[in-house]
């Protein structure tokens, strides 16, 4: 009876027995990220919005508010005409249009960033509960999420920030509330999906508490298409405030931001187009690295995909 | 017996994110007229990517046919399918090749009706008008046992149960006379009773038309009745091949063996302990580089590690690739 | 089928009802409508005539009944700005709306869906690139902005259309590009992602099987299912572009809604507003329901379905 | 041989769940998935539940162990009433009473090490910690035969047959004395499921369990069952000890199954007289009046149609619902 032979050290049976080290795995990660472009494309154009937020003061040569009469109007800087002073020229009041593209950044993070927290938070309870009570309660959630879903968005959200009045925080109310169905929505069915799911069904034969199943088994398997929904949101969320303040709706006409820029240019479309033409490049850009980045992530934290490989 | 089909070295691989996917590594056979060939393995084991690499019905990319000849003497003379050009391989598909696939749920289209979707087939390949080819689907339908025929020629398939489908399934495989109908675990989603009744209709089918089989399991107690040869797959390659009542008497490869071990059966005593074969199936990710069973065979040497055994005669008609000899408990010799 | 139609009409018309709560109570939980609604110069006596006017001082409850029975017969009340009845403003508008949008989508079907089915079926080739591109820009692009731009090269630099107004039937080309552009957009990533799940569906693995040429397979087999997707989208899609307008008919002076609910913001017209705002809704719910049943009557699981 | 003891009795169990319809979400219908089950199940047996997809075998394990709480009947497990339990008297029984799952794909959360999942139950009844909980784990690992090595690793690095086996170290971590297998082996490969089923019949061998063994593979089902019962359309059609069910099956969709089971054995094969039923189970939203089975009965009376059969012991320790078995 011939004998088992131990097999050569090079010929792994499974991909389970090669021992992989913290490092390995982060090195397989960035190769990932590598290896989609578009993704890397998004997270630095994403990173930059951010580091231009934050480091405002430090970035920007003007203070954005600072009227400078005598040198309003003045063209990009390689247009005949501009100055390297003024990178993108100045606007009909003679404010640095590089300064306030700087600032801007802030309005719309902000409206971005609190904007998806309440949308996120209060569309998560919602959803959340819906999926996991169920039943009546179920009912009366998925009722009120489809109507809001059904209605016309932009004309509603125009229609109740006329309402409302120009302010940061009503336009960070508006957008968190009336965008928080699509969170719920999106939770209540990875919700129902998870508690679906065999593992949920194990942590009840043992004896798990609702506690632990939601907090343990269900939250951290919602955590990646939240984010993933967030980034969207978040993006379409900025992309709106603009619109809002094109028409007026949003932020004080004082405040620097990227649509009350765009407002005030289309009054001399014709005789400096460029200070409406910047607010609406920082607008697309940061929109398309926010779509790039959430692709990605969609890509990314799907565990699905993960479980798919074998 | 004239061969229908002869495959040799048939090596497909998949080109995925994750790495190289060695789904074929080499595998070649036969297939006489009319005959009834059972291609038994587990997944992963290729049975079915070499059956869809033939036809060129595996996705591409990421599948690609690296190497390999298959040679069909249908109605036109021999050719090898795999050299074909698309349109002649096309006229063979379906015309001469039926297939029958796992899951009859996701195989028919949900928003023709089943009718529709037979006829298109007699249109395509017998030249026939809409009308005639409305009227020999119904007749196609009775043939595989669905009442009401001509009502049920305008159903779309949700309104059908399981079995019905693969009922549908197998009047499209037929639908053309074909010298070959190649069925893909054609019972595995259904329940034993229709099981049962859909293996009757095969055998009814073989006995009306006379074509050849290669049906595709995972399952050696569905075939036992119904094949009259059976090809055993392990890791992308072929482990042994026989006829039926010798692979099931004397199976030569410690897989077979096993598989058969591994089975409860209801013709014997209950009480036995069922064999079992340690260990798991090989990663398809890793290249070939010996015998993919060596791993977890209880009979593996030195020479099983260092090169992959190919085909050699262990009895009439029947070849293992192996290199160690159950039968006289040491290695093979030649 | 009527089953399946029947609940998707009494659908509609809770999600009405509850609209008319919503746009109710906005107004009043809010804030004071009479002084939302009047000048912000205005003296707290004229305001408190206003109210009392308006009928703004009764039990909200009684408001709400006399709200609910005007408008279930069409009555929105009159518009404060043009001190005339606000529905035949509406409607006098929609017209110019509806051939915007109409104009813009088909512009947008026509460019997207062919840039999609190519994308999908050919993954990876420099078609799908442009149409991902395409795609990526419509999601990304604010369109109001891009108005702007074009009008400023199109109209203004090389005179090829006119840049304001409904005169001529130039005058809608660029208008309904922009207002077509997020929805091309979109409809390039459904159109494709929806030929690659078709595609790789079992059924088109049956086709070929039975060795039907490709340009069969491709239309019976997958474009007919990549249809019966894409006409959900496509409703939806329209709705969403009725709400553009706003923006679009702003830029364009386009005659429409949405100029109409720019202007009247402007006018601090409340009336005019919440008019828009119930109207519109009942068109974008109109266009809903067609949409299933449209969608009702391609798709066998549903006509046939129990 | 100590004295036979009843572990658990089913009494007359159903389970309907509610179809709802309308914008309103009434009531329209049920699907009757459990409908009148009776059994009881030995310390240390094997009871093997069969029968085809939609039959209610799996919703019977379930409604045992109440992860669906029954419409009607009683579950008493050592003689404690289950369905009349609070939900914390029944977590704190439910170390007792485990399961296995038959997705060894989905019963494990993807986001969780293995330690993680075996060591969970542990933690949840706060019966170890720290060292005592690291090495228990490890213990468990090793008696199903995996390297205790694997507790950092993520499920979806593991074979099907390696993640059952974690499944199984989980249900055993709580020392449980019930365990119901729900289907454990269908979704795995033939040599995997020998395996499995092997280490299923040792671990019961070594730690006295006893098994509910829920499965659509007869010849499985008799391997490693002592009594069996067969389920159709949410009933017990038959229910008796393995040999007497095979030997002597009474009801004729026992017959006609045990007749359509493939047998690995090219010569039987060939002289075997198959039943073949016609057509194919029924909705259990309309089960057929009178036997659920008479639309398909090859031996159909008149009375079939009308009347529905008792369920009966018509021989010692053997029970049949049909209308053609006089007791003896």
């Known amino acids: 009876m011939a004998t088992r032979e131990p097999p050569p050290p090079q010929a792994a049976d499974s991909l389970l027995d090669v021992e992989r080290s913290f490092g390995q795995r982060l090195a397989y990660a960035g190769r990932f990220l590598w290896r989609d472009r578009s993704g890397m494309i ?21 203070n954005p508010l600072a009227q400078n009469l005598r040198d309003s109007k003045i063209p990009p800087a390689w247009y005949q005409g501009g100055s390297l002073d003024y990178l993108f020229g100045t606007d009909n009041l003679g404010r640095d249009i590089f300064s306030r593209i700087i600032y801007g950044t802030r309005v719309s993070l902000t409206v971005g960033f609190f904007g998806v927290l309440i949308a996120g938070t209060l569309g998560l ?19 009120g999420v489809n109507m809001v879903l059904s209605l016309p968005y932009l004309l509603f959200v125009v229609f109740i920030a006329s309402i409302l009045g120009r302010s940061l925080i009503n336009v960070i109310l508006i957008f968190g509330i009336t965008d928080a169905p699509i969170f719920a929505r999106v939770t209540r069915g990875e919700v129902l999906r998870i508690r679906e799911s065999g593992y949920i069904e194990s942590a009840i034969s043992v004896g798990a508490r609702s506690g632990r199943i939601i907090f343990d088994h269900i939250l951290p398997n919602l955590i990646g298409p939240l984010i993933t929904l967030a980034t969207f949101e978040m993006s379409r969320m900025i992309f709106y405030e603009a619109g809002l303040g094109f028409l007026g709706l949003s932020v004080p006409p004082t405040v620097p931001s990227w649509g009350n820029m765009l407002a005030a240019g289309r009054k001399y479309l014709t005789s400096s187009p460029w200070i409406a033409t910047f607010p609406g490049l920082a607008i697309m850009f940061t929109s398309l690295g926010m779509n790039l980045l959430g692709d990605w992530l969609r890509d990314v934290l799907d565990p699905r995909l993960r479980r798919s490989r074998k | 017996m004239a061969k229908v089909l002869e495959v040799k070295d048939l090596v497909t691989k998949f080109y995925t994110l994750d790495g190289v996917v060695h789904a074929v590594n080499g595998v070649s056979f036969d297939l006489d007229e009319g005959e009834t060939l059972a291609i038994v393995g587990e997944s992963g084991c290729g049975k079915s990517v070499t059956m869809l690499s033939l036809l060129g019905l595996i996705p591409s990319p990421p599948g690609k046919v690296e190497r390999g000849n298959a040679f069909f003497s249908g109605g036109t003379g021999r050719c090898d399918l795999l050299q074909l050009a698309a349109p002649e391989l096309r006229d063979v598909r379906g015309g001469q090749i039926g297939f029958v696939f796992q899951d009859p749920i996701s195989s028919l289209n949900p928003i023709l009706t089943v009718g529709e979707q037979i006829a298109e087939s007699l249109t395509r390949h017998l030249g026939l008008t809409r009308e005639q080819a409305h009227r020999r689907a119904i007749k196609l339908l009775e043939e595989v046992g669905i009442p009401e025929a001509a009502q049920r020629y305008d159903s779309y398939p949700h309104h059908f149960s399981g079995g019905m489908r693969q009922r549908v399934m197998i009047a499209i495989a037929i639908s053309c006379s ?5 069925a893909d675990e054609p019972t595995t989603a259904l329940d034993v009773t229709v099981q049962a009744q859909i293996v009757d209709l095969f055998k009814r089918l073989r006995d009306m038309i006379g074509m050849a089989i290669i049906w595709i399991t995972h399952d050696l107690g569905v075939v036992a009745g119904l094949a009259e040869r059976v090809l055993v797959m392990y890791g992308g390659r072929v482990a042994e091949v026989a006829l039926v009542d010798d692979l099931y008497e004397r199976p030569q490869h410690p897989y077979t063996h096993g598989l058969l071990g591994a089975l409860p059966r209801i013709d014997t005593d209950g009480s036995r302990r069922l064999v079992s074969i340690d260990g798991t199936p090989p990663d398809l990710l890793i290249p070939l580089v010996r015998c993919p069973f060596a791993p977890r065979c209880a009979y593996a040497f030195e020479r099983c590690w260092e090169e992959i055994p190919q085909l050699m005669p262990a009895g009439i008609q029947h070849q293992v690739a192996c290199f160690y000899d159950i039968e006289r408990g040491g290695p093979r010799s030649g | 089928m009527q089953r399946y139609l029947f609940s998707r009409l009494a659908q509609s018309l809770l999600i009405l009802i509850g609209l008319l709560i919503i746009v109710f109570f906005m107004v009043r939980v809010t804030g004071d409508p009479a002084s939302l609604m009047m000048s912000r110069e205005a003296s707290p006596e004229s305001i408190a005539a206003f109210r009392h006017k308006m009928g703004f001082d009764r039990p909200l409850i009684v408001q709400f009944w006399d709200f609910l029975t005007h408008v279930v017969v069409g009555d929105f009340g009159n518009s404060l700005h043009f001190k005339t009845p606000a529905l035949p403003l509406l409607l006098e508008r929609l017209p110019a709306t509806v051939e915007l949008a109409t104009i813009g989508l088909i512009m947008a079907m026509l460019i997207a869906i062919p840039l999609g089915l190519i994308g999908g079926f050919n993954p990876g080739s420099s078609i ?16 109001f902005w891009l108005a702007l731009i074009l009008i400023l090269f199109f109209a203004v630099k090389l005179r090829w259309f006119p840049s304001f107004g409904r005169d001529e039937f130039k005058s809608v080309i660029l208008p309904a590009f922009v207002i077509g552009l997020p929805t091309m957009g979109q409809l390039v990533r459904m159109t494709r992602s929806a030929v690659l799940e078709i595609r790789g569906e079992d059924f088109v693995r049956t086709a070929h099987s039975k060795g039907l040429e490709p340009r069969v397979i491709y239309i019976k087999h997958v474009l007919r299912n990549v249809a019966v997707m894409l006409v959900s989208v496509i409703g939806v899609q329209y709705s969403y572009m009725l709400g553009g307008s706003i923006y679009i008919e702003a830029v364009f002076a386009w005659p429409g809604m949405g100029q109409l609910t720019e202007q009247a913001i402007g006018w601090r017209d409340f009336t005019l507003v919440q008019a828009i705002a119930v109207f519109g809704s009942v068109v974008v719910l109109a266009i809903n329901l067609l949409t299933d049943v449209a969608y009702a009557l391609i798709d066998p699981r549903i006509r046939y379905g129990d | 041989m100590a004295e036979k003891e009843t572990l658990l009795r089913v009494i007359n169990l159903r389970k309907h769940f509610p179809i709802t319809g309308g914008f309103l979400g009434r009531q329209v219908a049920a699907v009757k998935a459990v409908d009148g089950v009776s059994f009881e199940i030995e310390r240390g047996e094997t009871l093997g539940l069969v029968g085809e997809s939609g039959c209610g075998k799996s919703t019977t394990g379930r409604v045992i162990l109440q992860l669906y709480r029954p419409t009607a009947g009683q579950v008493l497990f050592e003689d404690a009433d289950l369905t009349k339990m609070s939900a914390e008297a029944l977590r704190r029984l439910r170390p007792k009473m485990q399961m296995i799952f038959q997705d060894p794909y989905a019963s494990l959360n993807p986001r969780h090490p293995v330690g993680k999942i075996v060591g969970e139950p542990l933690m949840i009844h706060g019966l170890m910690q720290g060292k005592a909980l690291q090495d228990r784990v490890a213990e468990l690992l090793e008696l199903v035969g995996l390297n205790a090595a694997y507790v950092r690793r993520f499920p979806h690095e593991f074979s099907g047959g390696q993640r059952q086996r974690i499944g199984i170290a989980r249900a055993l971590s709580l020392n449980p004395s019930f365990i119901v297998c729900d289907e454990p082996i269908s ?3 033939v040599s995997i499921q020998a395996q499995v089923v092997n280490l299923l019949q040792d671990l019961q061998a070594q730690l006295g369990l006893t098994y509910l063994f829920i499965a659509h593979d007869l010849s499985m089902v008799r391997h490693i069952s002592r009594r069996i019962a067969v389920m159709y359309l949410g009933k017990i059609v038959e229910l008796a000890d393995r040999q007497t069910l095979f030997d002597e099956p009474l009801h004729p969709y026992t017959q006609s199954l045990i007749s359509a089971v493939p047998v690995p054995n090219p010569k039987l094969e060939r002289r075997r007289q198959r039943i073949i039923l016609e057509g194919e189970v029924p909705s259990p939203i309309n089960p057929p009046k009178g036997c659920v089975f008479h639309p398909r009965c090859p031996v159909a009376i008149d009375k079939c149609s009308r009347v529905e059969p008792q369920y009966q012991q018509v021989r010692p320790q053997h029970f049949v619902a049909c209308h053609l078995v006089e007791p003896a």
């Open chain 3, 128 to 143: 799908d690139s442009i149409g991902r591109g395409l795609a990526l820009l419509g999601q990304s692009i604010p369109n």
């Open chain 1, 42 to 62: 998004g997270l630095v154009l994403f990173l930059v919005v951010v580091a231009a937020a934050l480091f405002a003061p430090q970035i920007s040569p003007y």
């Open chain 2, 178 to 182: 074909p010298s070959i109908i190649i």
């Open chain 1, 125 to 143: 309870v919602l959803g959340a509960i819906a999926g996991y009570v169920g039943g009546r309660v179920d009912s009366i959630i998925v009722g």
């Open chain 4, 187 to 189: 979704a795995l490969d």
